[in-house]
């Protein structure tokens, strides 16, 4: 499916060499279902970027929402890393070809790597705080009633989500995850997991605690 809009309520896809190649390179790694729900992520982001007016690259912002699910797709099906780290690996690998400076490809790589992690991207740069904004945006409507009619609107005209965005969602990322779900712990992602398999088990903190090898005399 190719790109309906690229600027929705003032907010535009970037027009340059870098976000041409970064959009290329998604849409022959990844599905269109995961190449529009991470273009939406970038306009949730940079909408709410533009809203409170802070200072942000729409380069760098644009690739942290197209690359943070790459780890999902079929070429990361025999790594034991989290999905997370080997999108931010495979974004970080993208800037360097195209002489990004190491300080912006840092940002992106963060926000990559810690967009499930709740509680500290909104700390951060806000490349980091943006895309873990508008993915949370997308996924479960955070932050829904921040944005007006009229832009949310616009965003699901241009990319519209389909009526099984949820469950094709889930399934998404348990394709990704299901041969690693040890690296879900401690995120919601646990949530997914344990939804499609009935034998998988959380971690609990406090037990790997009280049986510490120390704490045991083992």
Not at 11 to 39: C, G, K, N
Not at 69 to 74: I, R, Y
Not at 174 to 200: M, N
Request: aromatic share 10%; charged share 25%; with cysteine.
């Amino acid at each position: 499916m190719d790109m309906i809009a690229s600027e929705i309520s003032g907010v535009r896809i970037p027009d340059s060499q870098l976000a041409r190649e970064a959009t290329q390179f998604i849409r022959v790694t990844e599905s269109d279902f995961l190449f529009e729900h991470s273009t939406r992520v970038y306009f949730w982001g940079a909408l709410a970027g533009k809203r409170r007016e802070l200072n942000f690259d729409p380069e760098l912002l644009y690739t942290a929402a197209l690359f943070h699910d790459v780890g999902l797709t079929a070429g990361f099906r025999e790594s034991r890393l989290r999905f997370e780290v080997d999108g931010a690996n495979a974004a970080r690998d993208f800037l360097r070809s195209h002489r990004i400076s190491e300080a912006d490809i840092e940002r992106v790589w963060l926000a990559i790597a810690l967009h499930t992690t709740p509680g500290i991207s909104a700390h951060l740069h806000p490349i980091a705080a943006l895309t873990a904004e508008g993915v949370m945006m997308d996924l479960v409507g955070f932050g829904y009633d921040a944005f007006t009619d009229a832009q949310r609107n616009a965003v699901e005209t241009a990319y519209p989500r389909p009526s099984g965005f949820a469950e094709d969602l889930m399934q998404a990322l348990y394709d990704g995850l299901k041969h690693r779900p040890e690296t879900t712990q401690g995120t919601g992602l646990a949530d997914i997991v344990a939804d499609k398999d009935p034998h998988f088990h959380r971690r609990d903190f406090c037990s790997l605690m009280r049986n510490l090898r120390w704490a045991a005399g083992k």
